[in-house]
C-alpha cells in the first residue's frame, strides 16, 4: 500500500473545516439586532411622559394664576367679578340667568357674584316690567371705571387661548381631559365655578 495515498476519510479528517459565518441575530422585525451595546445612562434632564404632561399643567396653571393676579392688583377685584361686568356693561339688562349662562356657571354662583358687585357699588339691580321679582343688571359709573383698569381678556387667558383651537384639537383636548377626571374621582360641580375664584 502506497504511503502517499492518502484515503478520502483521512483528507477529510486532516483538511481544515470550513466554518460558515455566524449570521448576526434579527429583531422581530427582521432587522439586524445591535451586538451588545452599552446604554448610556439617562440624562437626569430625561422625564417620563406622566412627568412631561404634568409640567404643560404647571405652566397653564401658572399662566391663569398670573393673569388673575395683575387683574386683582390692577383693578381691586377678583377675576370673575371682571368678567361679569364685562358681560353686564355689554348687555345692559341682563338677568342673573343670562349671565349664568354667559359666563357657564352655577346660578348660585352668579348670584352671589352679583351680590358682591351690587355692594361695592360696580353694578345696579333694576326691576322693571310687570314681574318685579327679575333682576336686570346694570353696570355702573363705577364699575365701568373699575372695568377700564382691568388687563384683557376679561374672560381669563384660558378661555380666550381655548377659543382660538380647531374643532379637531378641542374634541381631543375633552375627551383626553375626560378620562383624567374619572381617575382624579373629582366632583364635576366644579366645573360650574369660574376659575377666578379658584
Keep these: 500500500m502506497n504511503k502517499a495515498r492518502v484515503s478520502a476519510t483521512d483528507a477529510a479528517a486532516t483538511k481544515p473545516r470550513r466554518t460558515a459565518p455566524r449570521r448576526p441575530k434579527t429583531s422581530a422585525a427582521g432587522t439586524p439586532s445591535p451586538a451588545k451595546a452599552v446604554e448610556a445612562p439617562a440624562s ?3 422625564a417620563d411622559a406622566a412627568t412631561r404632561v404634568l409640567r404643560r399643567f404647571r405652566i397653564v396653571f401658572n399662566a391663569v394664576k398670573a393673569h388673575f393676579q395683575q387683574v386683582e392688583k390692577k383693578a381691586g377685584v377678583g ?3 371682571i368678567w361679569a361686568m364685562s358681560i353686564i356693561g355689554a348687555v345692559p339688562d ?3 340667568g343670562g349671565l349664568a349662562q354667559a359666563m357657564d356657571i352655577h346660578q348660585t354662583t352668579a348670584s352671589n357674584l352679583v351680590k358682591a358687585m351690587i355692594e361695592s357699588g360696580a353694578v ?8 318685579r321679582r327679575k333682576v336686570q343688571l346694570r353696570l355702573t359709573p363705577a364699575g365701568a ?7 384683557g381678556p376679561f374672560s381669563g387667558v384660558l378661555p380666550e387661548a381655548l377659543a382660538q383651537l380647531d374643532q379637531v384639537t378641542l374634541a381631543r383636548l375633552e375627551s383626553d ?14 366645573a360650574g365655578v369660574p376659575l377666578g375664584q379658584l
Design 79 to 81: 377675576g370673575a367679578q
Design 177 to 190: 381631559l375626560s378620562a383624567l377626571i374619572v381617575l382624579l374621582r373629582t366632583d364635576e360641580r366644579a
Design 124 to 131: 345696579l339691580a333694576v326691576r322693571k316690567g310687570i314681574d
Design 145 to 151: 371705571a373699575t372695568l377700564a383698569k382691568a388687563p
Design 94 to 96: 341682563i338677568g342673573v
Design 44 to 46: 437626569p434632564d430625561t
